[in-house]
């Protein structure tokens, strides 16, 4: 095997990561999304562009206010110390919670363009058809906003495999439990590992390369509203 | 009871709804107009896809709207087909059909093995709307429509994306519903054709505005207010074929108040047909005119007189029997004739058109 046991368990940490990021922010991105692509509030503006602030900040920045948020004088700190969880940082569950925040924009944005795209018409027909707007949104939205749900969730998982900052600012470093496979190239890196730091460049070079070639050749085009 | 009570005020920038109908609770009524005359908002708010702040809408006593009611779309019992059929692609054509039949409560009228029958589409069944034709797919969003048992069918101009052949392929099953179907239609048209072949009662739409509404023969005999059906000022009589006449290649329609020979068209006798007689194809005699070539001749009465668009011309509305023609004559000619209200005449038809 070319890749040592802590590189295996690196990636296995990141895999996991990633995973329950994107199951996460299926269940919450997809209402954020679906109240972006409906509303007229006026403050629809700005909450679309605090989705999109991870786009534009560097990850230390949001990293940041992710610790003290978490630290244990931060809000959400006292929060969870108050129910017995003790403080977030430097634990798994606080990484995932950090690439939630990190990873929204990724999930949303493809998601409210589906959405979007979808228009008014098909709405108003399953209304007339006597389903109610959540019958609408399962038996009429969710297959036809299908491809976006497809890309938003390859995005999604592909963008939390591939973070750097957050999880140094929130997660450390600590192995089998915030150690992801970037954090883990650093280390080789830092070490002077090149050829280990290779290996592991090299996975993730495929894995990423891989998952864009799936999702630009498996994108069929655009179907035609009947 | 039976009827149907819309009023409604929609005041949008740049355009204003302001109605108060009483709509007939059978038969097709026909909403017609211009593009922009607010029929399709108007059709909108009836099925509740539109919501005037003002509004009021008992729908055979049941009310669908008032101050204090508004019942959602997906509550109301009507069956709506949009002007592009508007099918869900990702379904095939039964599924398509079934989407409304499942979430009925199946109270309605018409089955869905009766809505395929009705559009001709039973062959279609398996297949997915992309790869339908224009006039495939409408059929299908009709019976979609109708697949839900509703208790009135609103259609926004159907046929209005289709081309004239695809037309021609749709207006018959549209007629079959007309004659097969006892749940009340509203018909949004700009089309005269499709409102002179299809429908029983008129409402005649205008800036935003009811102008005219009423039975169909009726209205368009109005004078006051003539509506153009098209090209020209003219009534149209529900009729019957009652003879062909082989040797001549001319069919006989009876209608009420008299007979009038046209072309054949090859309807079988005792078929009910609509004829069309434009106002400028009508001329009025006081006696029985001699040799002539026009071959339709009846017996009416002057009923009312009224001004034309230019001034050398006018309207006369004439009795014949139960039904009412329109005449377009020169003031000249009717000065020298006396035409007045109550005057004996002979009614002249020098061309009937058959909508088939």
Same mark, same amino acid.
């Given at each position: 095997m070319l890749l040592t046991d802590s590189d295996l368990q690196a990636i296995w940490l990141t895999i996991r990561l990633a995973g329950i990021t994107t199951l996460i922010l299926l269940l919450i991105g997809t209402p954020i999304a679906w109240w972006l692509a409906r509303s007229r509030a006026w403050w629809k503006g700005p909450v679309g562009a605090v989705v999109a602030l991870p786009l534009v900040l560097p990850p230390s920045v949001l990293g940041f206010y992710l610790l003290l948020a978490m630290g244990p004088n931060g809000p959400f700190g006292q929060l969870t110390q108050s129910l017995g969880l003790g403080t977030l940082p430097f634990t798994f569950w606080g990484l995932v919670i950090a690439s939630v925040f990190y990873s929204l924009p990724f999930m949303v944005q493809p998601l409210q363009n589906a959405f979007e795209g979808i228009g008014e018409r098909p709405l108003e027909v399953a209304a007339t058809l006597r389903a109610s707007p959540v019958d609408t949104f399962f038996s009429v939205v969710l297959p036809l906003a299908r491809p976006g749900f497809i890309t938003a969730g390859i995005l999604t998982f592909a963008h939390t495999v591939g973070e750097f900052g957050v999880v140094l600012m929130i997660g450390g470093n600590i192995p089998g439990v915030t150690r992801v496979a970037s954090v883990q190239i650093y280390d080789h890196v830092e070490a002077m590992e090149y050829a280990d730091a290779h290996r592991l460049a090299a996975v993730m070079l495929v894995f990423s390369f891989t998952v864009l070639l799936a999702m630009y050749t498996r994108r069929s085009p655009a179907r035609k509203a009947a | 009871m039976e009827n149907i009570q819309a009023r409604f005020k929609l005041d949008w920038p740049g355009f204003t709804l302001d109605v108060d109908l009483n709509l007939p609770g059978r038969g097709v009524t026909a909403l017609f107009g /211009?593009? &922009?005359? &607010?029929k399709t908002s108007l059709l909108r708010c009836i099925a509740g896809l539109e919501r005037a702040s003002c509004g009021r809408l008992v729908f055979k006593g049941k009310i669908w709207q008032d101050e204090k009611n508004w019942l959602p779309t997906h509550r109301r019992p009507i069956g709506y087909v949009f002007q592009e059929a508007s099918l869900f692609p990702h379904l095939s054509i039964l599924g398509n059909l079934r989407y409304g039949q499942k979430r009925s409560d199946g109270a309605g009228r018409v089955g869905l093995d009766a809505a395929i029958e009705l559009l001709g589409i &039973? /062959? *279609? *069944?398996?297949?997915?709307?992309?790869? *339908?034709s224009g006039g495939e797919r409408q059929r299908v969003g009709i019976a979609r429509a109708l697949a839900v048992g509703p208790e009135i069918l609103l259609m926004d101009e159907p046929l209005a994306a289709l081309d004239l052949k695809r037309k021609q392929e749709i207006l018959p099953y549209l007629e079959r519903l007309h004659d097969e179907l006892d749940i009340p239609v509203i018909y949004v048209s700009h089309s005269p054709d499709e409102v002179a072949r299809l429908a029983d009662h008129i409402v005649a739409m205008d800036g935003g505005r009811a102008v005219a509404a009423g039975p169909l023969g009726e209205t368009l005999a109005r004078l006051d207010l003539p509506i153009r059906l098209g090209e020209d000022v003219g009534v149209v009589l529900d009729a019957t074929v009652g003879e062909i006449d082989a040797e001549w290649h001319l069919a006989r329609v009876d209608f009420a108040g008299g007979s009038l020979w046209t072309r054949d068209h090859a309807v079988p006798v005792g078929k009910r047909v609509r004829v069309r007689v434009l106002a400028r194809d009508v001329s009025l005699a006081l006696d029985e005119p001699g040799m002539s070539s026009i071959q339709n001749c009846l017996d009416g009465c002057v009923e009312s007189v009224a001004a034309d668009d230019h001034p050398g011309l006018l309207l006369v509305r004439v009795q014949v029997g139960a039904s009412l023609l329109v005449a377009r004559l020169t003031r000249r000619s009717a000065a020298q004739l006396g035409i007045a209200p109550g005057l004996p005449v002979k009614v002249q038809v020098k061309s009937v058109a058959l909508m088939e």
């Open positions: - | /211009h593009s &922009g005359s &607010g &039973g /062959h *279609l *069944l398996e297949r997915k709307p992309d790869t *339908l």
